[in-house]
């Protein structure tokens, strides 16, 4: 009876250790919908709109565990609030923003960007279930159809003003090199007008033998 409840208490410390082990958080990005979907094994769901890089300011895709965990987290580099931060790669975290109205396109240097309640959710799953059994995987990419001011401002004025902007620099460069063409032919010396000027001299009398003056001897000319 003994050896029965021995192997009855390892079955039960074993399912208890399958349980742990697969008891997680599974967030999956995709940044091509800007959208976020987190799971956990105890049946939780969610489904949130993101900012991820925009232009020049990739979000690193691949599959990461959270590195650290930081409640309150301020960027000194980009001079931002990072508020219920979860780093997975460096630099790189997963945090709320106050740049809701952004949010569901691309806006952000790299980092994932949630609304703040959002982020707080997730924080509290990755401290409940630990950093070891959460796994982030982010997959996709951008369209690279807009502009990046247009990616972090989505007014159709903006992207307008933007292009009117565009075209007047566009303008000035051409002035500019029309006035130094212009200079440049200003200072370059006018050979047809010298030379007009060095047959314009008056002519030489008829009894003028060149210009060199000139004597007579009594051995002629000297």
Known sequence: MRRVFGILSVLFLSLVGIASAEAGVQVR????????????????????????????????????????????????????????????RGGYAIHGTTAVGALGRPASHGCIRLHPANAAKLFALVKKHGAGSTRIALNGAASDGLSQFARAGGSKAKIAKAKSHSKATIAQAKAKQKAAAIAQQQRTPNWDAARDQLFMRPSLPADAYGYQPYRTGPYGWR
């Open 29 to 88: 990005v995709d940044i091509a919908a800007q959208r976020m979907q987190v799971t956990t094994t105890d049946g939780e769901i969610y489904n949130w709109a993101i900012s991820s890089g925009r232009k020049g300011f990739r979000s690193p895709n691949g599959v990461y565990r959270p590195t650290r965990l930081e409640r309150s987290w301020y960027s000194r580099k980009y001079g931002g609030a990072m508020p219920y931060a979860v780093f997975f």
